[in-house]
């Protein structure tokens, strides 16, 4: 039997058109340094390229600070911690810290040290944000759902626990921000880096707005809260992206509400539907 030549042609064309399509795409690799990591029972997902812009990523640099090697410096204010190596080295983190008024201040030490630490709420959060943290009054285990993170150092002052901690975090996209409950919080890959640094009765240092800004320069909110460079002429485009981003916001919230009183509503019409059925059935 002779195969029909338009036949012929029409399964070339098919074959051609499949070899030829694009190839779903591939998520990028992930930054050096920030790979997931099998932490014992845990398997700490990668960090996102996203959250890793800039200067972001851990790296060793210039330090021009007086503290001797050994030291943790904070700068709530560029949102920085730094690990002092000596001989004007310093390792730097990117970090999230307390919200005004909740930040730590002064200078500290580690008083203890814990590898996936549990956690329990202090006594002030659920009193301020019982509504948030009652449930959890009892104690969290360590995990990978507790806000700890993989690992945390406890700051003392003057022989005391100061319930400030440094650790590591679940929320990625919180790097950066100051919107913590007051504690100092790293990418879990960063706190098992600076954890494996760290000796008990390491000093704590955190930098007032005078040294920060002598040190690390001005800095200044991105329109998602994250601290960059100032930059004076991003001032207005900051602004115009955060008003983007506040009605977005607003108009997920109100599309979340419909959609929940459309449930709510299709839920009611079942059960008076229900309920009129058997009326008339009875």
Known sequence: MIPNPSRVLSLIAVLFLAACAAKPMEPPPPVPGYEEVQDGEFLIQ???????????????????????????????????LYYVL???KAMRYAIAVG?????????????????????????????????????YAGGLPGGLSNPLGARALYLYRGGRDT???????????????????????LFNQDAIDLYNRVKLGTTVK??????????????????????????????????EERAALEAQMAADAAAEAAAADA??????????????????QG
């Open 99 to 135: 919200r005004e008024g909740l930040a730590f201040h002064g200078s500290g030490h580690v008083g203890r040290k814990e590898e996936w630490p549990s956690w329990t709420p202090t006594a002030n959060m659920l009193r301020t944000q019982g509504d948030t943290y009652r449930e």
């Open 163 to 185: 319930y400030f901690r440094i650790h590591g975090t679940i929320d990625n996209a919180s790097i950066g921000r100051a919107t913590s409950a007051g504690c100092i919080r």
């Open 86 to 88: 000596g001989e004007g």
């Open 46 to 80: 990668a960090v996102d390229a996203k959250h890793l812009q800039g200067t972001t990523p851990r790296s060793e640099v210039d330090y021009a600070g007086p503290e001797k090697a050994g030291t943790i410096v904070v700068d709530t204010h560029s949102r920085r």
């Open 263 to 280: 449930a709510a509503a299709a839920e009611q019409a079942a059960a008076d539907a229900a309920i009129a059925s058997g009326a008339v």
């Open 206 to 239: 955190v930098r007032g707005l005078e040294e920060s800004l002598a040190l690390d320069g001005r800095f200044m909110d991105d329109a998602r809260g994250r601290a960059i460079p100032y930059d004076e002429t991003m001032i207005e485009k900051i602004a």
